[in-house]
C-alpha cells in the first residue's frame, strides 16, 4: 500500500447488554480485553494513524491501551455511527489518504481481510468500500444490495426499512467501511438524523457518495465470524466458545 492509511475504531460504547459498569470494549475473552484482541488482529495493517473514538469510561480506555500507538478522541454525547467517525475529523482535517472505519466491539476482524477490502477499494478507485459478510440468519442487519455480480455497492438498507424481496438477501453489513478521507468527512456533513432513533448513521454516507456520483464498492469476508460484534453477556460467551474451537 502505498497511500497513507488510517483507522477509525468506534469504541465509545457502554454495552448496556452486557450487564456490567465497564465500557463494552473492555470486556474480556479468554483474559483478553475486546478491543486488544482487534488492535493484536489488526497490527499487520501498515496504519500511519490510529484514532480510537471513546465516551463512556473512556479513561479506562485510554488506561488499558496505554502501552499502544493509539490516538484518543472523545464523543460525549452518544448520536451515531456518522457522528463518531465525524468526531475524528479534527485530529485528521490534514490527513489525505485512506481510513478504515471499524467497530471496536468486533474482535474477530483479520488484517488480511482489512488488506482485501483496501484492495477491492483501490481496484475500483471507490469512495467507499463496505465489508460484508453472509449469514445463515441476517434478521436485524442491514442488506447489501449489489450492482448484479459485481463489486459495486448500490445501497445498504436497514432490515427495518427493507421489503420481502430486500429480506431474503443473506449478504450484511458488517459495519467495516474504508473511505477516500475527504469523501468520508464531505459525507458525513450531509447526513441527516430523520429517523426513529435520531442518531447520524455511517451507512447514510453510501447514498450521498452515490448521489455524488462516486463509485461505492463492496467486498465480502471470507470468514463471517469477522463481522460479529460483542454486543451482549451471552454474546460474549459465545465468542470465548468460538475462540477455543479455533485454538483445537
Known sequence: MNQKIAAIILAAGKGKRMKSDLPKVLHKI????????????????????????IGYKGDLVIEELSDSDVEFVWQKEQLGTGHAVLIAEDILKNFDGTILVAAGDAPFLKAAT????????????????????????????????????????????????????????AEINSGTFCFNSRDLFGALHEIGND??????????????????????????AADPTEAIGVNSANQLKEAERAIRQKKK
Request: charge should be neutral; include cysteine.
Open 30 to 53: 479468554n483474559g483478553v480485553s475486546i478491543i486488544r484482541l482487534l488492535l493484536n488482529n489488526l497490527s499487520a495493517v501498515p496504519f500511519d494513524r490510529i484514532i480510537m473514538v
Open 114 to 169: 482489512v488488506k482485501d477490502l483496501f484492495e477491492i477499494h483501490n481496484r475500483n478507485k471507490a469512495s467507499a468500500t463496505c465489508l460484508s459478510a453472509v449469514f445463515d440468519d441476517p434478521a436485524g442487519y442491514g442488506r447489501i444490495v449489489r450492482k448484479d455480480n459485481s463489486d459495486i455497492l448500490l445501497d445498504i438498507v436497514e432490515h427495518k426499512d427493507a421489503d420481502e424481496e430486500i429480506r431474503k438477501i
Open 195 to 220: 429517523n426513529v432513533q435520531k442518531e447520524y448513521y455511517l451507512t447514510d454516507t453510501i447514498r450521498i457518495l452515490r448521489g455524488w456520483n462516486k463509485t461505492c464498492a463492496v467486498w465480502k
